[in-house]
């Protein structure tokens, strides 16, 4: 994988929830469960506006069980064609991806509830699981990613 490659970073998260879809919100903007995400990318030296991000199942899956969520073809195809990292957000997402044998590194998902939720615990474990991400740019720029 080239540097290029290894600095390109895909989110996959679930579905937009139905506050998120009446809000008219998307991760990039930071909202809700993302700030959460965004916050403790930051404090990690990542950039979450050079990151991309995408929802597995569609936004009509909210609320179903996991059996009846659909996939979101587009979403999919882009995790599919992804050159760079793929950062499964949640045991669904993670489980999904595993079972579509598409590698990918798994975090705890943002808007988990819980000893997880508190900022500082947060932030510690991003470090953790994509410290081998940005552990390579380490010398090379304050800003990694």
């Known amino acids: 994988m080239t540097k290029q490659e290894m600095s390109k970073i895909l989110f996959v998260g679930q579905e ?3 506050l998120a879809q009446e809000r008219g919100v998307y991760w990039e903007d930071e909202a809700q469960c993302a700030n959460q995400l965004f916050r403790a990318l930051r404090a990690n030296k990542i950039n979450p506006n050079k990151c991309s991000f995408v929802n597995l199942f569609t936004d009509e899956s909210d609320g179903k069980p996991v059996g ?3 996939i979101n073809k587009k979403g999919l195809n882009k995790i599919r064609e992804w050159k760079g990292q793929i950062i499964g ?7 999904k991806l595993a079972s579509l044998k598409i590698s990918h590194t798994q975090i705890v998902h943002p808007s988990a509830r819980g000893k997880i939720r508190a900022k500082a615990v947060y932030i510690q474990h991003i470090r953790e699981r994509l410290g081998t991400i940005s552990k390579k740019r380490l010398d090379k720029s304050k800003e990694l990613i």
């Open 16 to 18: 937009r929830s139905k």
């Open 68 to 70: 009846q969520k659909t």
């Open 89 to 95: 957000m949640g045991n669904i997402v993670s489980d």
